[in-house]
């Protein structure tokens, strides 16, 4: 974390962890309710990821989804592109990407990601907060509530609450199964006999129970303890990176109004109203996740001091320090330029991806067949995996060498769309055209006529046995020459 010289008050905040007393209990946090214009802001864009988080799994493009990450059947559907398990290589180049951007977007931006697009924080923040602020009052109310013995009033608000708090998660588990096997898959568990999907209802309950476990228990302990995106920022943010940051060059020394020469009046608002419960004034911390609360409450209190506002703003520790503006930084060009390289290589990677990839092998404990006419044959096996939402007919043509022959045995290849389909075929070359042991072979795979990939194997035939039969004939013919000259 930034280290900043705004401690005067709280020199031992990085020895605890803010939401742990000093016997090493939890201390609940209740965040005043704070509006603002950040927290406008903030209103829109959660709600909007909100519908789009609650939509994404209706999308559909001709009739797939616009994302899919069925594990369970290895298929993953992303901007309505399919990717299979033989496109691992693609998946872990993409996590690569994208740590790349989170690495860049942090160093630059800090930790936005946590207080502006997290599931985890809109759902934490705008759903069930707003829901336990509605039943159970303001932050003093609740407080209060915590403290009070089990009389009507608790009991009937706690039971309402949690009663609430357990529908949204069956309804949050239920977005979640839909992104994983799809709207219409869930749909089938809610509509059919329990008995037919009783796994699929287990999955639902479990991760009603998981979400519930979260939003109702764990809540801020996620973002400081279990997600490791926040252990990173440490290693992610530097003195120019664009941060919540309080302006302790004007607000120090603090106190109350006309005690001191700081702009900061010391009145908690910041800390009341921070969803992690620390104290922006002491630095930035891992705690914090960028939310802006502590922006719009202390702009609140500067109006009404009479002093202007940006106490705590978005701005990097040389800005505040230097009174710089903000500045591109190397590591910043360099990260941008490693990102965009691999942006590059990954497009082009995904969208250069045949339609059908097919995997050509000889058949198994088989080495060639020699048959009446003369002719060598070997036996190949082949997978194809359709990587598009289309069915394909599937055709073979061998390039190389030219006096070789294909035949498919059983029914034409063909593979239905997002489907794989495997096929048997033999090569066939005349027995005079195999010169060496294994004699490379090249085939064509087209679908529907048009060539999707050229594949390279290799052709076994009885190279010795020939050769010998090649120099025994040799011979004959020397040995006949010899004794015509005779
Ligand atoms: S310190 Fe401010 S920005 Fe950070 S989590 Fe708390 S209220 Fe949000
Ligand atoms: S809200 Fe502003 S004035 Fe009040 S304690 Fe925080 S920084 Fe100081």
Redesign the pocket.
């Known amino acids: 974390m930034a280290e900043t010289s705004a401690t005067p008050h709280v020199e031992d905040f990085r020895d605890h962890l803010s939401i742990v007393d000093e016997k090493g209990k939890r201390k609940w946090v209740h965040p005043k309710f704070q509006a603002g214009k950040i927290f406008t802001r903030r209103n829109i864009a959660a709600y909007l990821m909100l519908g789009l988080l609650v939509a994404g799994p209706f999308i559909k493009i001709n009739g797939h989804p616009l994302f899919l990450f069925n594990v369970v059947d290895r298929t993953f559907i992303i901007w309505g592109i399919p990717f299979f398990p033989q496109d691992f290589f693609l998946f872990g180049f993409a996590m690569i990407t994208f740590f790349v951007f989170i690495i860049l977007f942090t160093s630059v931006f800090g930790r936005w990601w946590c207080g502006w697009a997290c599931p985890q924080t809109i759902f934490m923040e705008f759903v069930f907060r707003r829901i336990e602020h509605w039943i159970e009052g303001d932050s003093q109310h609740r407080r209060r509530l915590d403290k009070q013995e089990w009389n009507w009033e608790k009991i009937w608000k706690r039971a309402l609450k949690h009663f609430i708090f357990l529908i949204i998660s069956f309804f949050i588990s239920n977005i979640f199964l839909a992104y994983v096997i799809g709207i219409d898959e869930l749909k089938k568990i809610i509509t059919e006999p329990l008995t037919e999907h009783f796994g699929g209802f287990v999955a639902m309950i479990a991760f009603s129970l998981v979400f519930y476990g979260v939003f109702a228990y764990l809540r801020e302990m996620v973002c400081i303890g279990v997600c490791p995106y926040g252990r990173l920022q440490g290693v992610l943010l530097d003195k120019d990176s664009m941060a919540v940051s ?1 302006d302790f060059k004007r ?1 120090e020394p ?1 106190g109350k109004v006309g005690t001191t020469t700081g ?9 009341a109203v921070c969803p992690t419960g620390i104290d ?2 002491n630095g930035t911390q891992l705690e914090c996740i960028n939310c802006a609360a ?1 922006v719009d ?2 702009n609140s ?2 109006e009404k001091v009479h002093r202007p506002k940006g ?2 703003r978005i701005a990097s520790f040389n800005q505040i320090v230097k009174h710089r503006k903000f500045r591109i930084t190397p590591r910043m060009i360099g990260y941008s330029v490693l990102w965009s390289v691999l942006l590059f290589i990954l497009s082009y990677l995904t969208f250069s991806r045949p339609e059908v990839e097919a995997t050509i092998l000889r058949a198994p404990g088989q080495l060639f067949q020699k048959k009446d006419d003369g002719t060598i044959t070997n036996l190949y096996t082949v997978n194809l995996v359709n990587k598009s939402f289309d069915d394909h007919s599937i055709e073979l043509k061998v390039v190389s060498p030219q006096q070789a022959s294909l035949s498919i045995v059983g029914t034409p290849l063909a593979v239905k769309q997002a489907q794989v389909s495997d096929g048997v075929f033999f090569i066939a070359l005349p027995s005079g055209e195999v010169k060496q042991m294994k004699t490379p072979v090249e085939i064509d795979v087209l679908a529907d006529g048009k060539r999707v990939s050229g594949i390279k194997t290799t052709f076994i035939g009885p190279v010795y046995k020939q050769h010998q039969q090649e120099q025994e004939e040799s011979k004959e013919e020397e040995k006949a020459s010899t004794e015509h000259h005779d």
């Open positions: 309080y607000g603090r702009d900061c009046v010391d009145c908690h608002l910041c800390v922006i004034r502590c409450a202390c209190i500067m106490l705590i």
